[in-house]
């Protein structure tokens, strides 16, 4: 037994009109002050006045966001009474939205009693709308949450069926302006969502299609997204991608290159999606030393090999690597820029908080302790794994 | 020689397999908070049961098959049919996901458990390892 669970999802270009038609009386829009300068905020304003619905902004979230910011924002949502909480942005703002929902409806909670396993009763005083100006976190879709405790410097992986979107809108429009990085280190997330989705072992029948076709969305769109942003054909490709990510690790789970790459961020405050990407071929190579069917499975659909076993998903691996070197991002820590000794200092605080990161349940092989230190020494070195 | 689930002999077993797993050792380092698993009856069980496990940073110091969920005090209490626990210890049934589906009945601060999936896993990995006879 087990749950699928998705928004209404509006997609494609003029996909933002969709609001015009939205039923209210108030919303508040947890962004980012940069979205707010870009003007993509004013966009979704401008359609919300359309439906008759007055607009607030909430709009300090920060990259990697806080408890602190959340808990400030459910402040304001209680100040405004809003009937449409709108998460507009990438991964961090839709996340926060969907705190600032929650804590909205449930003043007596804390943040980080958000789980999966009791019933929270929200859509009593709203509903959540996202709009993701990134191609690639997929939160527009999923019910998880991640908020980050600044004290102990970790991020929490939080979240209930319940705080899943009522409506997504993914306009491609609202993406077209990333720079070329952030293309790049956001298509990463979205890939390391399809391949984590598909070879993790919730992995079900429902959600192997939206992964593998994500997977060859990215392979194919990516590159040229990042080359060329005012190539619309794969804007859109890539933002139907991130989406489809989404739904499909939203209802299995992501695994051991986000409990990595969430570590990893936290300490380092690496981009999630260049963190997660990093680490996936590494991933990939150690759990297909004793699972690589599913790994196999998804390198002979992706067309990288017609080979079996450990020596295709070593091809999946290899294809990853040949990726992420073309579109530009670091195949090792030392490229992203870590120093050896800020590395080596911090190890046993990544090692230990990569160990117990709720990711790692679903890995096919779960590493010992002294194999993930390993994995991480062979990700600063750019090393393949071969153990 | 397998060993009855559920009995004394099965959580005094499982308790022993985690003192020696070093992946439980470091998961659970910091871990205060004893378990009683309630076994419900079915149809492939007629009784309830009700299996004491003690954890202490890291180390089972304790378990025991107790007359009742009052002879011992624990911090959470874990409750399924015997066909559902059977599933878990099997591997057929992920408890993370059991606990999502409501198949097992958590009592306890669900938020403590969660900040320890890695231990969580280790403690069924070390239920499949132990030879486990059902009664078939």
């Given amino acids: 037994m087990w749950y699928f669970v998705s928004p209404q999802v509006v997609f494609g270009e003029g996909a933002l009109d969709a609001l015009d038609e939205i039923q209210g009386e108030r919303a508040l829009i947890v962004t980012d002050a940069t979205l707010v300068e870009l003007g993509l905020v004013e966009r979704v304003v401008s359609h919300l006045k359309r439906a008759g619905i007055e607009a607030h902004i909430f709009a300090e979230v920060e990259p990697d966001p806080s408890v602190p910011t959340v808990k400030k924002g459910a402040e304001v949502a209680r100040e405004v009474e809003p009937d449409w909480i709108v998460g507009l942005g990438g991964g961090s703002a839709m996340d926060a939205a969907k705190a600032v929902w929650i804590l909205y409806e449930r003043p007596d909670l804390e943040p980080a009693e958000i789980n999966p396993f009791v019933p929270l009763g929200l859509r009593q005083k709203a509903r959540l709308i996202t709009v993701p100006t990134t191609s690639g976190t997929g939160a527009e879709v999923t019910w998880a949450i991640v908020l980050t405790d600044p004290v102990e410097q970790r991020k929490m992986g939080l979240g209930n069926r319940e705080n899943v979107a009522d409506i997504a809108v993914v306009d491609p429009v609202m993406a077209a302006g990333m720079p070329p990085r952030l293309t790049a280190d956001t298509g990463l997330d979205a890939l390391t969502h399809a391949v984590e989705g598909f070879t993790c072992t919730w992995h079900t029948d429902l959600t192997d299609g939206l992964c593998l076709q994500a997977a060859r969305i990215v392979f194919q769109y990516l590159p040229r997204a990042v080359e060329d942003g005012s190539d619309m054909e794969a804007r859109e490709r890539m933002h139907n991608a991130a989406t489809c990510a989404g739904l499909g690790f939203g209802n299995s789970m992501a695994s051991i290159a986000h409990a990595m790459g969430h570590v990893l961020g936290a300490v380092f405050h690496v981009p999630h999606g260049r963190a997660v990407g990093l680490f996936l071929p590494y991933t990939v190579e150690f759990v297909a030393r004793e699972a690589p069917d599913r790994f196999a499975e998804l390198a002979r659909l992706l067309g990288l090999t017609d080979g079996e076993g450990e020596p295709a998903a070593r091809a999946l691996a290899q294809g990853l690597r040949d990726l992420i070197r073309r579109i530009g991002n670091p195949l090792s820590l030392a490229e992203a820029g870590i120093d050896r000794e800020s590395f080596d200092g911090q190890l046993d605080k990544l090692v230990d908080d990569a160990f117990n990161d709720t990711q790692m349940v679903t890995v096919a092989r779960s590493p010992s302790y002294d194999e993930l230190r390993q994995l991480f020494i062979c990700a600063y070195e750019g090393r393949v794994v071969n153990f | ?136």
């Avoid at chain 2, 011992?72 to 999502?100: C, H, N, Y």
């Avoid at chain 2, 900040?115 to 990995?125: C, D, F, L, N, T």
Wanted: glycine share 6%; net charge negative.
């Fill in chain 2, 1 to 136: 020689m397998a060993i009855k689930f559920p009995s004394d002999e099965w959580i005094k077993e499982l308790s022993r397999l985690l003192n020696e797993s070093e992946a439980y050792e470091r998961s659970a380092k910091d871990w205060e908070g004893d378990f009683i698993f309630i076994v419900e009856p079915d149809e492939a069980y007629p009784e309830t049961a009700y299996l004491f496990l003690g954890l202490y940073h890291g180390k089972s110091p304790d378990a025991a098959m107790v007359a009742s969920p009052d002879e011992r005090e624990a911090e959470f209490v874990i409750s399924a049919p015997f066909s559902t626990w059977r599933q878990v210890i099997e591997g057929k049934l992920d408890p993370i996901q059991g606990m999502m589906t409501r198949k097992l009945k958590l009592k306890g601060n669900m938020m403590k458990i969660m900040r320890y999936p890695k231990a969580a896993k280790e403690i069924v990995s070390c239920c499949a390892k132990i030879p486990t006879d059902f009664g078939d």
